[in-house]
């Protein structure tokens, strides 16, 4: 009657489960014994060797040619594109009376770094940076000012 | 010790239970390992038993779409990224559809091509996320990472693709935001390896595991009838056996000219849930496939703009994410921002029939709810 | 000279002084040091192990920063939760909050009193050693339900029923275990079980008693992990249900005690494994199975082997049963609590009591391994 069915289940179960228990142990046991298959960065030590993408988006930055020049027109295009009012772009004027850029402010602090400026910008003067060590242990510090000069050079 | 009185909780009635025992309430939540975020379960318990659970939300609201009507189009669509952030170009896409819809900008086939395929990957490091998550949650720590190892691959394609590994911003109205780079299809080739290698795994150490199967099998039992009526969508209807998928039931994007099929399970308990996501993930795979093989040269955005001024009028554009059909509805009045833009998430319908799911079920099950549902607190709050 | 009854430290100062307590205090304060030291010793050495084994399955690489691969980490830590403030929390039971912490370590700190560690090498030898395990073995219980009575925390309160109900039932495994362990070599004394060992492997008697041994070895060893409450059977503690059970209360010194027992009764455990069905301190040894062209290579591997003392084939034996314990608590997942009791009741129970029987049948007819 039922005795047999119920013991039957009883080590179909018994055997069944100790088996998909053995075969999850297979995996484990795997990855214990081939240490190649460890994916773990030791960051700070690798700091050396550590490549991260070109495209990474890490922090704007405002690249300057050989004589320090930099392409920023003071268009304040970025300053509209940015979503959180991250950039400010602060104009001034030349001996000649014309608009120029004077500061290029950037609040890193307020950056959710989503690259719209750098979309918006017409004449290729911002980039997205691969620089990302922007903790600081005091809260200045973080309003960087990206022109070296005033002016477009 | 003085037992002070304290009111119950609002929506809760105290029944003395027999033989002198007492129901008590448990916070599950705000802060508690299994709740995956800042979700609290108001648990009405007799023993370990449920005998009522209460979701109570808003811990991380953000006001994401309050935000969205002091910023443009374009502006919005990096918000939606914080929202679900395992499905961030699902979000991504819907916003950039309704935008599409309304200005009437048509998607050059490369990127639509781009799209999918990054969808589709972006669907597989979800899922492997919530295979992670199930056997963590379940006490399978190791199950956890391994999930998150994969995952990690898809998250380092992406990081090359658009720049960042999460919050990708990568979709925009009338394309994408640049071309894939040259290792992209070769990369993505090897993830498919890897990803069937890792669902191999996932099959001895979870799927076969009897643990898992008792403890899955036949807990949170979602009807067919209660799926629809609580409006769950993704895995979880599908679950439930509603071959429900905006991919093949609505098309966008360029949905209609592949071939995958919409996996479905009768059941609709915790290991139906679980199971579902297996399947979905190698139809991803034939859809990346197909991809891979079709995806044609050219531009990869239409002419792209500053900033788009919608006709005013309503417009809604859903997409089929990860954890269900992410909703985008914005009304638009003139001028670059919205008057009000709503989001439909997944997450928030599917948390919906929780009380009814782990009722009558003991505390360890409310665990295997939570995490077969695969929500995600910051898409339910926004 | 019989060694194994030597006190040979008691001897000595008992020539040289005029009173005999003298013999007893000074036997007594180098046993509690001895078993502070083999209990309290290895932990950091274990804990360490156990991140170790826990990141390689994981394809992590675990502790890596303080001292050569991570070596010094778990000192560290220590320090560190040393000096952390010890909360009380409003409440709780100031007396047994505090008093909780200790009873596993006094549950685990008496069994390994009785071990034996080498052929002389014991701290105490009753004639009744198994009974006494038994006995001792559930105080660890009494402090678990006080840490969760105590704490004034309904997780912890979850927790401790729950570890109370776990430990109990599989309390009435593991000492059937014993038991038949003890109708195999006839005897309830430590010293003896492993003595009844001696020869080569298939002495042990996880081999001696045929399949009986080994499946007696298994739900040993799932008996044992519900009893130490770990992984896969940490019902107790289940982080993801109950966040940290009955310790979610502790901190400091108090919830090092609570780390600490755990990793003592492992070792205790462990020990209290090998000695039942790994013969101990015994050293291994081939079998020759008779076959007389490789009878000279396996006496002469064997004495080699042989050379090593007691105490390190009972050290490896350890490590290799806690590693074990291990791979289980970072493969498996956690059954629910009500289906670990119906595997206790249902499953292991009658197949402990049918193991009993069928030992004593296999006694009777002369069907152990010679």
């Known amino acids: 009657m039922a005795a047999p069915v119920i013991l039957d289940t009883y080590f179909k179960r018994t055997v069944l489960g100790a088996l998909g228990l053995l075969k999850g142990m297979s995996v484990t046991l795997g990855y214990f014994f081939r240490p190649s298959r460890i994916l773990t960065e030791q960051y700070p030590e690798n700091r050396k060797t550590l490549k991260l993408h070109p495209a990474f988006r890490g922090e704007v930055i405002m690249p300057h040619d050989e004589n320090g020049d930099h392409k920023c027109t003071g268009c304040t295009l970025c300053e509209k594109a940015c979503p959180n009012a991250t950039i400010s772009v602060l104009n001034t004027k030349n001996i000649a009376g014309k608009k120029v850029l004077g500061k290029y402010i950037y609040r890193i602090d307020q950056c959710t770094l989503c690259g719209l400026c750098i979309e918006a910008c017409p004449f290729d003067a911002i980039h997205m940076g691969n620089g990302f060590e922007h903790a600081r242990t005091q809260r200045d510090g973080f309003d960087l000012i990206l022109n070296k000069k005033e002016g477009r050079g | 010790m003085e037992m002070v009185k304290r009111p119950l909780p609002a929506g809760f009635q105290k029944v003395s239970g027999d033989d002198n025992t007492e129901e008590y309430f448990i916070n599950m939540g705000p802060q508690h390992p299994a709740t995956h975020g800042v979700l609290r379960l108001v648990l009405r318990l007799d023993g370990e038993t449920v005998r009522e659970c209460v979701p109570h939300l808003g811990y991380i609201h953000r006001g994401i779409e309050k935000q969205a009507e002091s910023e443009t189009y374009l502006q919005y669509v990096h918000l939606t990224d914080r929202m679900d952030y395992l499905t961030s170009h699902m979000n991504n896409h819907s916003v950039c559809m309704a935008i599409e819809k309304a200005v009437g900008i048509g998607v050059p086939d490369r990127a639509e091509y781009i799209r999918v395929m990054v969808l589709e990957l972006n669907r597989i490091s979800s899922h492997l996320m919530m295979f992670g998550c199930f056997g963590g949650d379940l006490g399978a720590q190791t199950a956890l990472l391994y999930g998150f190892k994969e995952r990690e691959v898809i998250t380092d394609i992406f990081d090359e693709l658009c720049g960042a590994r999460l919050t990708m911003n990568y979709f925009r109205p009338g394309g994408v935001a640049n071309d894939i780079p040259d290792t992209f299809i070769a990369r993505v080739k090897k993830v498919i390896v890897d990803v069937e290698r890792t669902l191999e795994e996932f099959d001895r150490l979870i799927t076969g595991n009897v643990i898992i199967q008792e ?168 | 000279m019989d060694l194994s009854t030597t006190n040979f430290i008691g001897d000595l100062v008992r020539e040289y002084s005029p009173y005999s307590w003298v013999a007893s205090i000074v036997n007594g304060v180098i046993a509690i040091v001895a078993i502070m030291a083999v209990g309290v010793g290895p932990s950091p050495m274990l804990i360490w192990w156990e991140r170790k084994v826990a990141a390689f399955t994981q394809a992590r690489l675990g502790p890596m920063r303080v001292g050569p691969w991570g070596l010094l980490q778990t000192v560290c830590d220590v320090i560190k939760l040393l000096f952390k403030e010890l909360i009380t929390p409003h409440g709780a039971d100031k007396l047994l909050f505090f008093l909780a912490p200790a009873l596993p370590l006094t549950g685990s700190f008496l069994v390994l009193a ?62 059937l275990i014993m038991l038949f362990v003890v109708l195999m070599s006839g005897s309830a004394d430590v010293r003896e079980i492993v003595l009844s060992q001696q020869g080569n492997v298939t002495d042990w008697w996880i081999i001696k008693a045929p399949f009986l041994g080994i499946a007696a070895f298994v739900m040993y060893m ?149």
Not at chain 3, 152 to 163: I, Q, W
Not at chain 3, 325 to 345: A, G, H, I, K
């Open chain 3, 222 to 370: 799932i008996s044992a992990t519900a009893e130490l409450n770990r992984g896969p059977f940490d019902m107790s503690e289940a982080e993801q249900e109950l966040t940290a059970g009955f310790h979610t209360e502790y901190s400091s010194t108090a919830f090092a005690m609570f780390f600490l027992a755990e990793y003592i009764n492992m070792v205790a455990t462990s020990a209290l494994a090998s000695v039942f069905f790994l013969g101990g301190f015994l050293p291994f040894a081939f079998p020759d199975f008779g076959f007389a062209p490789i009878v000279g290579v396996v006496a002469s591997i064997n004495g080699a082997l042989a050379i090593l003392p007691g105490f390190f084939w009972m050290a490896g034996k350890i490590l290799f049963l806690i590693t074990l314990f291990m791979f289980f608590r970072w493969t498996y997942p956690r059954p629910r609590v009500d289906q670990l009791m119906s595997l206790e009741w249902k499953f292991l129970l009658p197949a402990n009591l049918i193991l009993l029987g069928l030992g004593a049948v296999f006694i009777a007819f002369g069907l152990i391994l010679p």
């Open chain 2, 215 to 382: 403890r899955s099998r036949g807990i949170g039992i979602l009807t067919r009838e209660d799926a629809i009526a609580y409006g769950c969508t993704g895995c979880v209807l599908r679950a439930s056996g509603v071959p429900y998928d905006l991919r093949k039931d609505d098309p966008y994007s360029i949905y209609d000219r592949l071939d995958f099929d919409v996996p479905t399970k009768q059941n609709g308990d915790s290991f139906d849930r679980y199971v579902i996501h297996i399947d979905e993930i190698r139809q991803s795979i034939r859809i990346l496939q197909q991809c891979i093989e079709q995806i044609p040269e050219g531009p990869y955005r239409s002419k792209e703009k500053p900033s788009y001024r919608l006709p005013a009028g309503s417009y809604y554009a859903a997409t089929e994410t990860a954890k269900g059909i992410f909703g985008t509805y914005v009304v638009a009045e003139k001028g670059d921002k919205p008057w009000r833009i709503h989001s439909r998430s997944p997450n928030f319908a599917n948390l919906s029939p929780i009380g009814k799911m782990v009722k009558g079920h003991m505390i360890a099950d409310v665990v295997t709810v939570i995490t077969t549902l695969d929500i995600l607190i910051p898409d339910i709050d926004r």
């Open chain 3, 114 to 175: 009785v071990i034996p560690w080498d052929h002389n090498l014991q701290v105490a030898n009753p004639g009744m050693g198994v009974p006494f395990i038994i006995a001792v073995s559930s105080l660890g219980i009494l402090g678990t339900l006080l840490a969760g009575w105590s704490s004034n925390n309904k997780f912890s309160l979850l927790g401790a029923l729950r570890c109370g109900a776990q430990m109990i039932s599989y309390e009435v495994s593991l000492s």
